[in-house]
């Protein structure tokens, strides 16, 4: 008959529980982004499901913010990636009309900034938003319309 311990039982199932408690919190918060990017995707005009397709959603992503494609290569290049996804993310942010201060919060709460980003009455301007130039002041003596006229 062997001799079984109880306690490395106990120490394992402790530690696949530790596990679970935290895979659990991960996959809640990963669906919550992949919502709020399938959102903006289709924002721009572009499949939503293409949010959750590695490596062509950075593509999809690339024809959003107006990049050429081959920049999927400088994403594959150790420590040049981290520049330019966060220069990527940031054209994101000017493409919607928003500052840099919204590119900050998409790279550290991404959690809180994509839902807001894809579900909020933010509009898709184009491709960085005529690099970054942003929204035209109103000028009615120019016949600009104004993009988010005030809500009555």
Do not use: R
């Not at 062997?2 to 039982?9: L, P, Q, R, V």
């Not at 003596?141 to 809500?151: A, E, M, V």
Request: glycine content about 10%; some cysteine.
């Amino acid at each position: 008959m062997e001799n079984y311990d109880s306690s490395s039982a106990s120490g394992i199932a402790a530690f696949f529980a530790m596990i679970t408690a935290m895979i659990i919190p991960i996959i809640i918060v990963s669906v919550i982004v992949i919502i709020g990017k399938w959102k903006i995707y289709e924002k721009a005009g572009k499949p939503g499901w293409a949010a959750i397709i590695p490596i062509y959603n950075w593509i999809v992503l690339l024809e959003i913010v107006g990049k050429p494609i081959w920049w999927i290569f400088l994403f594959l290049i150790p420590c040049v990636n981290i520049v330019f996804m966060v220069w990527t993310i940031n054209l994101l942010s000017k493409s919607f009309g928003q500052s840099e201060g919204f590119t900050v919060g998409l790279i550290l709460l991404g959690v809180v900034f994509y839902p807001i980003l894809g579900f909020g009455n933010y509009q898709y301007l184009g491709p960085a938003a005529a690099e970054a130039g942003g929204v035209k002041p109103f000028d009615p003596s120019q016949g600009y319309q104004d993009p988010n006229p005030p809500q009555v």
